[in-house]
């Protein structure tokens, strides 16, 4: 029962504070346009394209599971809340004008903060680059795939994972939702890992799967 009651107020600290930058954008409280308004695919892609910024917090919430040698020890009892501030910056005009496929890609600069929660209290944080692909055909809706690696520093205590300097590897997808034209909420998934390349041992690698929801602000 302690773990769960840590875990909420972890959660409910993440929740408010990747959604307070929305409730309190001014634009919120000035516009008198209508949220729902749809926006049109040039409006939206406007805001992607070469040395175009996007400035994004995102919380969520990150499991194990029992992949090859995350099923040793209790690797994958691995829970955690985690923050991940973020920059990101086009690297290219939108490609493939004509086709179902059109998009740009992004590079984006995060520092996760991650809180384990169970089998042990503990903590990790560190660095990631993760290149991004934006599909740009649906409006307001910007759906994207995502892969990166980075380094990162944990203090988890978990039997088959040794503490310490690691790297981490991970992938995945998610899509902007526009709620205004250059404010979007943001919603991801990924898988992730964590290993220290034999550094030390042990060195099982921990594998999850890490969920994540935020705000995003793009400048154009």
Same mark, same amino acid.
């Given at each position: ?10 959660? &409910? =600290?993440?929740?408010?504070f990747?959604a307070?930058?929305?409730?309190s954008?001014?634009?919120?409280a000035?516009s ?13 892609? *406007? ?7 996007? /400035?994004?917090i #995102? ?6 599971v ?5 099923n *040793?020890?209790?690797?994958k009892?691995l829970r955690?809340?985690t923050?991940?501030?973020? /920059?990101?910056i ?8 004509s086709? /179902? ?5 992004d590079?984006?600069v ?7 929660y169970?089998p ?8 990631t680059?993760?290149? =991004? ?8 809706v910007?759906p ?13 205590d978990?039997?088959?994972?040794? *503490?310490?300097f ?6 995945g &997808?998610?899509f ?5 034209p250059?404010?979007a909420?943001? #919603?991801?998934s =990924?898988?992730?890992?964590?290993s220290?390349?034999?550094?030390r041992?042990?060195n099982?690698?921990?594998? *999850?799967c ?7 602000f793009?400048?154009?």
């Amino acid at each position: 029962m302690p773990s769960l009651f840590r875990f909420r107020r972890c959660a &409910l =600290r993440a929740l408010v504070f990747t959604a307070f930058p929305l409730l309190s954008h001014p634009c919120l409280a000035d516009s008198k346009e209508p949220a729902s308004s749809p926006l049109t695919v040039e409006e939206t892609n *406007d805001l992607f394209g070469y040395g175009k910024q996007e /400035w994004s917090i #995102a919380g969520g919430y990150g499991f194990g599971v029992g992949l090859m040698g995350s099923n *040793d020890g209790n690797l994958k009892e691995l829970r955690y809340a985690t923050v991940i501030p973020r /920059w990101g910056i086009g690297l290219g005009d939108p490609l493939a004008e004509s086709s /179902w496929y059109k998009g740009n890609f992004d590079l984006l600069v995060e520092a996760p903060l991650l809180f384990a929660y169970h089998p042990e209290h503990g903590f990790a944080g560190g660095g990631t680059l993760m290149l =991004r692909y934006n599909f740009l055909q649906l409006g307001r809706v910007v759906p994207f795939i995502e892969a990166g690696a980075g380094v990162v520093g944990t203090d988890f205590d978990l039997k088959g994972q040794a *503490d310490g300097f690691n790297f981490s590897l991970q992938g995945g &997808l998610g899509f902007h939702f526009f709620v205004l034209p250059q404010v979007a909420v943001t #919603a991801e998934s =990924r898988f992730h890992h964590i290993s220290n390349a034999g550094l030390r041992q042990p060195n099982s690698g921990i594998n *999850d799967c890490l969920f994540l929801i935020g705000t995003s602000f793009f400048v154009r």
